[in-house]
Structures are given as C-alpha cells and as structure tokens.
C-alpha cells in the first residue's frame, strides 16, 4: 500500500514492527522511516533512547544497509597495502572531491591496512582523470600523487572499469563520494578524521 502511494521513493527492502509505540520500521530505497500499523501516518526522523541517548535510527540504518564485503568484486579497485594489511577498508572516492583529498591525508596516518580503492568518477572532468590513473603503470603512486601532492597523471589510454565501478555504486546507493566501507559491512558516507578512521578499524578488529 505504501508502495503505492510513493511510486518515487522506490521498493521496500525491509518492514517490521519495533517494540516501541507499536511504529513500524520500514526500509524504502535506502531510506529508514515510521509507519503506525495502518500506514496512515508516517514519520521521518530519528528516534533517540532517553535512558542511553542512543539513537536508534541511526544504528538500525547502518546495519540495514550493511554490505556483504567479502563479496565486493575487489578486482575493480586499486589496491594498497601498508604495513601487514591486516585491517581492511573499501573506499569509493573521486579525484575532483574536496572531501576525498582530505580523507586522503587522514589516510596516510593510518598504518598495517589493505585499502581497495574504487575510483568513482562522479564530478565532472573525473573520467579522464581516472582513466590516465587506473591506465599508469603504478595506480597506487599516482593515485598519492594526485591526491596528496597535487601531481595530475600523465595522460593514457587503456581499458579500464570504470563503467562497472559506476553500475556498482549504483547499486549500492552511493550517493557522494568519499563513501567507507569497513570490513564487517557498516558503512560511512563522508569524511572521517583519523581518530574515527581508527575507532571504526579497531571495532571490527575486535569483533
């Protein structure tokens, strides 16, 4: 019925009763909301635990959306390894992005992880830049020294994935760019500073 009524907002991926107020959660597209039990009356926004200060929707949201990482097709991305590579990380990311210059530089504090890089030319002009980086003979070296020091690649041409690379941010709902995904699944859309890149990788260490 509420598909129905909001052709737009997309199919609903997920719908059950929570123990609080008799609401509803329902996942539509990716985005979490409330219905009472008629679906008369819908509500869109957070609902925060007094006791905790919790937020519910918050946490439920990010593990309804979760990614099955072991299957990511890793193939695509540029891999870097530093130190023993223990700790794991998947990075959706555009040369033309703010944010994902400075997520760069945060990542250089961070030792001993594999990082998968998927180049995810979403700005304009990013193609081409993506192209002459996945087509060099070092990805990872150029990739620093675009992001880092400012050093565009020199121009190649080459096959490369970016059009797989754009189908599969498109089925994961990746909306911008820099866009995480940890080792258990949970993901982080946005900039991070080192001390949460290090809480998130220390978390999924211990579990």
Request: include cysteine; hydrophobic fraction near 35%; charge should be neutral.
């Amino acid at each position: 019925m509420l598909e129905s009524k909001f052709p737009n907002k997309g199919k609903i991926e997920h719908i059950i009763k929570t123990p609080y107020s008799g609401l509803y959660e329902i996942l539509i597209g990716d985005q979490l909301i409330y219905a009472d039990e008629r679906g008369e009356y819908l509500f869109d926004g957070s609902v925060i635990e007094v006791k905790s200060r919790a937020n519910i929707t918050e946490e439920r949201h990010s593990k309804l959306i979760r990614v099955d990482f072991d299957n990511l097709p890793f193939d695509l991305a540029v891999k870097k390894v530093k130190g023993n590579g223990k700790r794991k990380l998947a990075l959706f990311t555009d040369p033309n992005c703010e944010y994902c210059k400075r997520l760069e530089k945060e990542l250089t504090k961070v030792s001993d992880i594999t990082l998968y890089i998927f180049l995810y030319p979403i700005f304009q002009g990013s193609d081409e830049i993506v192209r002459n980086v996945s087509c060099s003979k070092d990805p990872v070296n150029a990739w620093d020294d675009l992001m880092l020091n400012g050093i565009a690649p020199a121009s190649a041409v080459c096959k490369t994935f970016t059009d797989k690379v754009l189908a599969l941010g498109k089925k994961l709902r990746m909306k911008g760019t820099p866009n995480l995904i940890f080792a258990n699944g949970m993901r982080a859309p946005g900039y991070l500073s080192v001390e949460e890149l290090e809480k998130s990788l220390n978390e999924v260490s211990k579990n």
